[in-house]
Nanobody, 121 residues
Framework: EVQLVESGGALVQAGGSLRLSCVASGFTFDDYAIGWFRQAPGSEREKISCISNNDGSTYYEYSVKGRFTISRDNAKNTVYLQMNSLKPEDTADYYC??????????????WGQGTQVTVSS
């Protein structure tokens, strides 16, 4: 059974930091790009970061670039999203997703259930 399990979401003050984790099972992790998405209330889901399955290249959406860092540990089947200098507008449900076609794909195959991040002002 394929599973992606996010953790690390919490309530944090503006300017604070969080590290989200995404633990994968049920598929060959090394073969998949892993993306982080978020969805705020009343907004569409957006891709904010992604790490490739081959050369480890990364993508960041402009609003998080320089504040968030994505990394992966293939030995642990885990991808991390280090989030620094958090802002109230980062408040959202955060999801990880996996796909063999790489970070440029529009539709990711496997999805986690999400973890909630709330940033207070």
């Amino acid at each position: 059974e394929v599973q992606l399990v996010e953790s690390g979401g919490a309530l944090v003050q503006a300017g604070g930091s969080l590290r989200l984790s995404c633990v994968a099972s049920g598929f060959t992790f090394d073969d998949y790009a892993i993306g982080w998405f978020r969805q705020a209330p009343g907004s569409e889901r957006e891709k904010i970061s992604c790490i490739s399955n081959n050369d480890g290249s990364t993508y960041y959406e402009y609003s998080v670039k320089g504040r968030f860092t994505i990394s992966r540990d293939n030995a642990k089947n885990t991808v991390y999203l280090q989030m620094n200098s958090l802002k109230p507008e980062d408040t959202a449900d955060y999801y990880c997703a996996a796909d063999r076609r790489g970070c440029s794909t529009r539709y990711f195959t496997y999805w986690g259930q999400g973890t909630q991040v709330t940033v207070s002002s």
